[in-house]
């Protein structure tokens, strides 16, 4: 036992060295020199939309590839329209951050015009490779952190305004649904609420405030927002003002801003899980450059997220994600 | 003291002139500020993009150009109409949820659609003639109330739709153009006949005008003023087609961005009219070059946040010069 024990430890150590010393040298012979690469995001008013930009803006730079960047201002359908512009610069490369069905039309004409394109968290018959998060892991995580949150049996609305929209959203509120089905005790409370996509947060603290009129104090144990954490943060809020705070509060991201209100005293924001949107943007950004060197890419490539169970999670969370260190 | 008032009137009328052509040399200079910047907006493939972006933009700049040229061109109490767009919006809605998920036929889905647009602007005329609501304020009061209806429609949520009629609005061609800005060339020529070139498009600027002479000579102000909103209105029903067909599907808070755009077109139009007043020619030419003021900001990495600065600048700047240029004293 104790031999079979070191072997396996002696197998994943060496395992995992290879592993860290392919990762450190795989991007050693990628380069972007003298490719223009266009980089459409939806928005860069959202922590998580900017750094993912970010990320892929600074890897595209470093591997000596020049930027072409268009920004959506948060509206799908202008950054759809951006893409448009992409194909008139013949940019080399697309790499297109979110989006809904209106860019669907627009990866199709740059796949016609022969340009490839790359996605992050948006899925497309059309595109090379899509850089995403384990939403699979995120959806079913979040869905027994809240389950959990409430003893496992309670009322709980959930802001579900892009399960039909985006791909990735119906994976995490998918599964997140898929784990209520093992709580009978449970009910999500119909019709279901829905955010909005820009101005998020004043939104869902509209929306919360009345939907909180509707439903008296001991009737409602969360509120869940199943695809992203912007609309917690006026939740959150309109709880306070309500001084419903006994409700709780779970989301996904984990962006600074939602992790700090996570790590109050007393915060009902609960559980998250936190994801790595540079990370995503540079991998988004790498994996264009290894399509230039000729390597085949898996159509999904993820990026590892961290569960976030608790203030105390939420603070250790931050710390590693290097967002600074909060008390 | 009789000279030097003359003298007074006089420079302050070219003074005033000068004023109404100034959104027009900013504009000007702007375009070729780009167009040296980023030359590739002067290829073909730009020009054509910039006519295809422009379409819906385009369509609820004829409704708004009709409201006006009947309602006056004073910004507060003449004519305005700040719902078509949001019509555009809730005809799209409807039309999305009508082909997607209840399988209707794109005829009866697109009757449907105008049929909830006109609604928007039987109430626009009820409001402002027979209340006599200023048509800023009853227009902004049903735009709300229509983007009230539009979330209760799609419960807030996007719609996709591939319809065929909608996709080959979107992708076909016809001789090198595509099929959606041929078919919003033919609706501009309508209403151009319609409105300039017709017995009621006269007795429709003949109220825009003057409306005491208009009534004198026996044409109905109030029928030709409800008539501009209905007009208006159906003209926002008809962007619907072009705006699910732009979007792939409908998706809610579009209307904001159209509206912007609307208001900055048709009176950016006015600038390019030998007496300044709104026309329809001259809001088509404003939607293009708007579209073409967006797509030109991009292609050099204008921040979002300052082509919105911008836009909101020039319509500052083009309703200004307006009212300036028409002021009495």
């Known amino acids: 036992m104790n031999t079979f024990f070191k072997t396996f430890t002696g197998i994943v150590v060496g395992a995992t060295a290879l592993v860290a010393s392919v990762t450190a040298t795989a991007g050693d012979h990628l380069s972007l020199e003298g490719k223009k690469v266009g980089i459409a995001v939806v928005g860069t008013q959202h922590f998580w939309d900017r750094e993912a930009f970010n990320g892929a803006v600074d890897t595209v730079k470093k591997l000596g590839g020049e930027v072409v960047p268009v920004d959506g201002g948060r509206d799908n359908q202008v950054h759809a329209d951006n893409h448009d512009i992409l194909l008139t610069n013949k940019v080399d490369a697309v790499i297109s951050i979110l989006g809904d069905g209106a860019v669907e039309p627009k990866f199709e004409a740059l796949k016609n015009a022969g340009i490839p394109v790359f996605t992050v968290d948006h899925s497309s018959p059309h595109a090379v490779n899509n850089t995403t998060s384990d939403n699979y892991y995120m959806g079913t995580t979040i869905g027994r952190y809240m389950a959990d949150s409430i003893g496992g049996k309670g009322r709980v609305a ?73 609309p917690a943060i006026g939740i959150v809020q309109a709880l306070e003002e309500a001084g419903r705070t006994e409700i709780k509060v779970t989301a996904l991201d984990g962006g600074p801003e939602t992790l700090e209100i996570m790590a109050e005293e007393n915060s009902p924001f609960v559980a998250n899980v936190a994801q790595q949107p540079n990370v995503i943007g540079s991998t988004a950004a790498m994996n264009v450059a290894r399509h230039f060197h000729g390597e085949t890419l898996l159509p999904q490539t993820y990026v590892d997220v961290m569960p976030v169970n608790g203030p105390e999670e939420a603070k250790a969370v931050y710390e590693k994600l290097g967002y600074g260190t909060l008390k | 003291m009789a000279t030097l008032n003359a003298n007074s009137q006089s420079s302050a009328f070219n003074w005033r002139a000068l004023t109404g052509y100034l959104p027009f040399i900013v504009f000007i200079l702007m375009l070729g500020y780009l167009a040296v910047s980023a030359p590739q907006l002067l290829t073909t493939d730009s020009l054509d993009l910039i006519l295809r972006q422009s379409v819906p933009t385009v369509v609820v700049c004829l409704g708004l150009a009709v409201v006006v ?71 902004l009061a049903t735009s709300v109330a229509t983007v009230g209806i539009t979330k209760v429609v ?150 979002v946040f300052w082509t919105g600065c911008i836009k909101g600048a020039l319509i500052l700047l083009v309703v200004a010069s307006a009212a300036l240029a028409t002021s009495k004293d």
């Open chain 1, 158 to 230: 959930i802001f579900n305004a892009f399960e039909g929209a985006l791909r990735i959203c119906g994976i995490r509120a998918g599964l997140w649904k898929y784990v209520m089905q093992d709580y009978p005790g449970i009910e999500v409370i119909q019709p279901e609420l829905a955010e909005a996509f820009a101005n998020a947060p004043e939104d869902a603290r509209k929306k919360t405030l009345d939907f909180l009129n509707q439903n008296p104090k001991g009737t409602v144990d969360a509120i869940h927002v199943g695809c992203w954490d912007q």
């Open chain 2, 69 to 139: 040229i009947a309602g006056g061109d004073d910004v507060v109490a003449g004519g305005i109409d700040l719902s078509i767009p949001a019509a555009a919006v809730l005809a799209a809605a409807i039309m999305a949820d009508q082909l997607t998920n209840h399988g209707t036929a794109f005829l009866p889905a697109l009757s449907m659609a105008m049929g909830a647009a006109v609604i928007v602007g039987l109430v626009n005329a009820f409001l402002v003639v027979k209340v006599a609501m200023t048509p800023l304020l009853a227009t």
């Open chain 2, 154 to 303: 799609t419960s807030s949520r996007r719609i996709n739709v591939d319809h065929p009629t909608i996709v080959s609005l979107r992708d076909n061609e016809l001789g090198g153009l595509s099929v959606g800005v041929l078919l919003t060339l033919l609706l501009v020529l309508i209403f151009y006949f319609a409105v300039h070139r017709s017995k009621w498009g006269m007795s429709l600027q003949a109220v825009g005008g003057n409306r005491d002479a208009a009534e004198l000579s026996g044409i109905s102000v109030n029928r030709m003023l409800a008539q501009s909103f209905i007009l208006a209105s159906v003209a926002g029903g008809l962007a619907s087609v072009f705006v699910l067909a732009r979007g792939s599907g409908s998706s809610p808070g579009s209307e904001e961005s159209l509206l912007l755009e609307m208001i900055l077109a048709t009176f950016l139009g006015a600038a390019f009219s030998p007496r300044r007043v709104v026309t329809l020619w001259g809001a088509v030419l404003g939607a293009v070059l708007v579209t073409a003021l967006s797509i030109g900001f991009k292609s050099i990495g204008v921040n």
